[in-house]
């Protein structure tokens, strides 16, 4: 009797030593792991419409558009002195947005048909950005620095040269020629909030271009701009 | 001996004789056996398969769920900042429960690696929730409770900030700092054996809205699941 006892007893052990393992054995917890990254995000589009004055015979050929790629084109008509205004002026609006600090920079080229000194260069087309806007819903505030003058035609900004009697815009980078290779034109801190891309909000700012019709020689003048914004 | 003494002897001799014989008998005939057993609360959680991921942009599934195997997911999910375009990075993690018992699944969850900026991706920022299916006729009847508002991705608005805000209580990770309640229920399954292949299977959700994020190269979110019994 006492074999038999010992026996049971040792089945019966077995028994709950499976039994426990068996439940030990069962999974309670999971985990899931993700992983992300948020890259650094510089965006420029056109700010909108174009806006051309004092020119004659010219017009907008392709016109910005609000959140579109910026592509505009435009003649600027006359620059020769049968232009009676005071500056043919092109006032493009830029929109910026970013995650993080930018740097919007421009590289420009002139090129005219002329030979001569008094040909179109890119010392006679002004240039400047005007005044940075940081509103709505979703921007960021934050003091943006401007490179530039600001309007080139601000009298502050350039005067006939009292020696050769050329108008020369004189203020620093006020005209493209410094603007030969990429220069900085703006920088600033982050735009955007957090908030979804779909917030069509974002920094806009104007950019001027601006020529004294004179008596530049004859020709066909072309005027490429590039604007890059770059995350340094 | 006197005869009368050597009869009385040999009666009881008989006696004695029979009452072995049937002592002896009866531990032939009769036996017993006795069983002790338990049945212990038993709750268990594993993958109930293949995750999906949605709306990422170069993000992938590192480690994909395995039904009826532990869950251990791994997954990029992508850029989340206004270069990806879409609408939501969306992760589906199927969760498979059995249980003899009523339970309750907990989650706590952690996001790290996003920076500290009011731009920079927040737990909040994560959405979350459970979408379970009425229970099929082979589990134990019963209704589950949802402590979460289902899938996240369904609601939500800008704030006064213009920041992405999902809708409802307990619907985003920023919930589950702590570990909380997602589901509870009564008893799954019915008594049926053990490999038996009948189950809860619940569809967790994981959503990010992408948006103009602080930048940050390595961002890690965790969240661990853990069913008890109740």
Avoid at chain 2, 112 to 138: C, E, I, Y
Wanted: charged letters at 10%; proline letters at 5%; one cysteine or more.
């Amino acid at each position: 009797m006492p074999r038999t006892t010992f026996i049971r007893s040792l089945l019966l052990t077995t028994l709950l030593v499976v039994s426990a393992v068996t439940c030990l054995g069962q999974s309670t917890t999971g985990t899931v792991t993700m992983s992300a990254t948020v890259s650094k995000f510089v965006e420029i589009n056109s700010g909108g419409a174009v806006t051309l004055t004092g020119n004659s015979g010219g017009g907008v050929t392709t016109d910005g558009v609000t959140n579109s790629p910026l592509a505009v084109a435009i003649n600027l008509g006359e620059l020769g002195p049968s232009n009676t205004n005071s500056f043919v002026t092109a006032q493009v609006p830029l929109k910026l947005r970013s995650n993080a600090a930018y740097v919007l920079s421009m590289a420009a080229t002139v090129t005219s048909s002329g030979t001569t000194a008094s040909r179109i260069t890119a010392a006679d087309v002004g240039f400047g950005l005007g005044t940075v806007s940081r509103t709505g819903l979703g921007v960021n505030s934050g003091s943006d620095t401007n490179a530039t003058s600001g309007d080139p035609t601000l009298a502050a900004n350039g005067s006939v040269n009292g020696t050769t009697g050329r108008y020369e815009f004189t203020a620093v980078r006020s005209n493209l020629s410094a603007f030969s290779s990429a220069t900085t034109a703006l920088s600033g801190p982050i735009i955007m909030n957090a908030v979804p891309r779909s917030n069509a909000n974002g920094l806009t700012v104007p950019a001027f271009f601006a020529v004294k019709p004179q008596f530049f020689e004859n020709g066909t003048t072309t005027i490429s701009v590039t604007f890059t914004v770059t995350a340094p | 001996m006197s005869k009368a003494t050597k009869g009385i002897l040999t009666t009881l001799a008989i006696s004695a004789l029979l009452m072995m014989s049937a002592v002896a008998t009866f531990g032939q005939t009769t036996g017993s056996v006795t069983m002790t057993a338990t049945v212990s609360n038993f709750v268990e959680l594993t993958s109930g398969g293949a995750v999906t991921l949605t709306g990422n942009s170069g993000g992938s599934i590192i480690t994909d769920g395995t039904a009826n195997s532990p869950l251990a997911v791994v997954v990029n999910l992508g850029e989340l900042g206004p270069s990806n375009t879409n609408s939501f990075v969306k992760l589906s993690v199927p969760l498979r429960l059995r249980s003899n018992v009523a339970y309750q699944l907990s989650m706590v969850t952690s996001v790290a690696g996003a920076g500290a900026t009011s731009f920079s991706l927040k737990d909040t920022d994560v959405g979350f929730g459970l979408t379970p299916a009425a229970r099929p006729a082979n589990l134990a009847a019963g209704v589950d409770t949802n402590a979460t508002p289902g899938d996240p991705t369904v609601g939500g608005s800008t704030d006064a900030n213009g920041r992405w805000v999902f809708a409802g209580a307990n619907s985003t990770l920023g919930a589950y700092a702590v570990s909380g309640a997602v589901l509870s229920g009564p008893r799954i399954n019915q008594a049926v054996a053990a490999n038996s292949a009948t189950n809860l299977t619940v569809p967790a959700i994981f959503a990010i809205k992408p948006q103009f994020y602080d930048p940050a190269p390595a961002i890690t979110i965790t969240a661990q699941f853990t069913v008890v019994a109740l």
